[in-house]
């Protein structure tokens, strides 16, 4: 994410922009060594793929219908990795306690809309990046001032270090099920942190993490050993059944805490840097929203299996309200076996490490913004050390408090998934005003669905804020 620069002879409007060239050419190679970053370059070889794949794919006769696979192949990654980083620990557990409290009735498609509800906050975050070539936090200081843009940056900090705490109680509870010790399970998942940000290179970054966040899918096969009844299942995708009874403060802690399983500043934050950092153009928004279409689907069949794994607990009557973390494991093996709880137990380790690598990615792409230094996956650490000290320190300061012994595990990470629903509201509105600014998104800007869509998401965001706000003002008001 270069900045703007003003060049004899040549000029670059952003990161990613193509620069209109004339005769004249710096003086000493020197000179060009400073215009032109390692980041500069990376980026340009990107480019090129695409521009390569888009060649290909007017060529598809000559060259096979695997073309614009091929171009799709070199555009995704923000949107998927957005919405798989975001299946994180907490959020997996919040729908593991879904299936195991309440089964597969209300939940189910409660869930599914809040996955439409994250597209769409998503779309938008992705033309933006991709239309004005700047991160979100940047674009907040800009457009809005300082006090604006240190409040944007307050919510996401502290949103983004306490998911981040999170993410490595999903390491030691996927872990701690194969009796690995939390130290071990804790640092060697922060070793793997640190080795995925360490390559020096977005595209391979990328690559890697996209790889472990398709470990998402282990919750599919914990599913099918669970034996679901499919008809049930139908019917309550298909009738949307009445909240369940029970007490009305649980049940108000889970909506919220599956709202924030989907909508969260920090996924406003990171996939736009990531937009940027990958180059994208306006030209590559319908490759942007077919990615992040692709991120939702997958995640929210990730989600559902979660639910339909629990869902067992709920069908045989086990109280599972006092569940930590990997007893939701210990306590499946009855019902889908040794390898089946197994899998889930792998499912919320990996959870844990995808979201921990995107998470304290996007708290470095924020400061990076905020201070105009590197911040780019590209650069190399010696250019960009305060980027990656932002990333390293915040994953380490988050691993060691996760090793403080007697802390409440699964009250955090529901408290933590709730949070994010609170903070969500004023981050919405930052992105609708950026997003219907004409002379910032020209041609892209917000039209009348898209602005019927984030306004809709922010009102039912604010309606569970205030009803948070009244239980927990009157806490007697929901108990039934």
Not at 97 to 107: E, I, M, N, S, Y
Not at 217 to 233: D, E, R, T
């Amino acid at each position: 994410m270069s900045n703007s620069r003003e060049i004899t002879g040549r000029s670059a409007a952003g990161p990613g922009n193509p620069t209109t060239e004339s005769s004249v050419v710096p003086a000493s190679t020197r000179e060009l060594d400073e215009l032109v970053t390692h980041e500069d370059v990376d980026r340009a070889r990107d480019r090129w793929k695409v521009t390569q794949g888009r060649a290909a794919l007017a060529r598809r006769r000559r060259l096979g219908r695997f073309s614009g696979l091929w171009l799709l192949w070199l555009l995704i990654g923000p949107g998927v990795l957005v919405f798989l980083g975001e299946n994180d620990a907490p959020s997996m557990l919040t729908y593991a306690a879904t299936g195991a409290r309440f089964g597969v009735g209300f939940f189910l498609p409660f869930t599914v809309l809040t996955f439409l509800m994250g597209f769409v906050v998503q779309e938008m975050t992705a033309r933006l990046g991709a239309v004005t070539h700047r991160g979100h936090a940047e674009l907040i200081f800009d457009r809005f001032g300082s006090f604006w843009g240190f409040f944007a940056m307050g919510d996401l900090v502290l949103g983004n270090f306490l998911t981040l705490v999170t993410e490595f109680i999903g390491v030691r509870a996927g872990l701690g099920f194969f009796g690995v010790r939390p130290a071990l399970a804790v640092g060697g998942a922060l070793l793997g942190v640190l080795g995925a940000i360490m390559t020096g290179r977005y595209w391979t970054w990328e690559r890697i993490t996209l790889a472990l966040a398709l470990f998402n899918g282990l919750f599919i096969p914990a599913a099918l050993l669970a034996h679901p009844a499919w008809g049930q299942v139908g019917n309550a995708m298909l009738t949307w059944q009445p909240l369940p009874r029970g007490d009305g403060n649980e049940i108000l802690l889970l909506l919220l805490a599956t709202m924030g399983a989907t909508v969260t500043p920090w996924m406003l934050f990171f996939q736009q840097s990531a937009v940027v950092d990958k180059g994208l153009q306006p030209r590559d928004i319908p490759a942007a929203r077919l990615d992040t279409l692709l991120g939702t689907v997958l995640a929210t069949v990730f989600a559902i299996a979660a639910i339909l794994a629990t869902a067992p607990l709920f069908q045989h009557g086990i109280n599972a309200a006092d569940f930590q973390t990997a007893q939701f494991a210990q306590a499946l093996e009855p019902w889908i076996g040794r390898f089946g709880a197994a899998l889930f137990a792998l499912g919320i380790f990996e959870a844990g490490i995808v979201a921990a690598v995107t998470i304290s990615t996007s708290s470095a792409y924020a400061f990076g913004e905020v201070l105009h230094s590197g911040h780019s996956l590209n650069r190399p650490v010696r250019d960009a050390w305060p980027f990656y000290l932002t990333l390293m320190g915040s994953a380490c300061l988050a691993a060691g408090l996760v090793l403080i012994p007697g802390a409440p595990l699964e009250f955090i990470i529901l408290t933590v998934n709730v949070i994010a629903v609170l903070a969500m509201p004023p981050a919405l509105a930052f992105l609708l005003i950026l997003v219907n600014d004409r002379e910032l998104m020209g041609e892209h800007a917000n039209g009348f669905w898209g602005n019927l869509g984030g306004v809709s998401v922010g009102l039912v965001l604010v309606a569970a804020g205030l009803m948070f706000s009244l239980a927990t003002v009157f806490p007697r008001l929901l108990r039934t």
